[in-house]
């Protein structure tokens, strides 16, 4: 199992930044994919940016540019910099903690953030 608690969300305006961060517990934190994820009001959730437990990286075209999801794996914290946000950026955004171990997914979310940006 693993627990995961995101932090950092707000009210910010357009042209803004933001830091969101996802504090984990419970399990190798190390060996897990991390993303974040965000819902919309009325829209599906998609993914923003994700990062493999080597360190590879990979943005939604949207945000590619103005985000930055980065992981320190002896906090066991993963973060998500948003620079020059615009008002379609607001979301509520979830972390999410993935593996696969010999045909067995495990997949882990925390509560979720909101993030508005409006002026």
């Known amino acids: 199992q693993v627990q995961l608690v995101e932090s950092g969300g707000g009210l910010v305006q357009p042209g803004g930044s933001l830091r969101l961060s996802c504090a984990a517990s419970?399990?190798?934190?190390?060996?897990?994919?991390m993303g974040w994820y965000r819902q919309a009001p009325g829209k599906q959730r998609e993914l923003a940016a994700a990062?493999?437990?080597?360190?590879?990286?990979n943005y939604a075209d949207s945000v590619k540019g103005r985000f930055t999801i980065s992981r320190d794996n002896t906090k066991n914290t993963v973060y998500l910099q948003m620079n020059n946000l615009k008002p379609e950026d607001t979301a509520v955004y979830y972390c999410n903690a993935y593996r696969n171990s010999f045909g067995t997914s495990y997949d882990y979310w925390g509560q979720g953030t909101q993030v508005t940006v409006s002026s």
């Open positions: 419970g399990s190798i934190f190390s060996i897990y994919a």
């Open positions: 990062i493999t437990s080597g360190g590879s990286t």
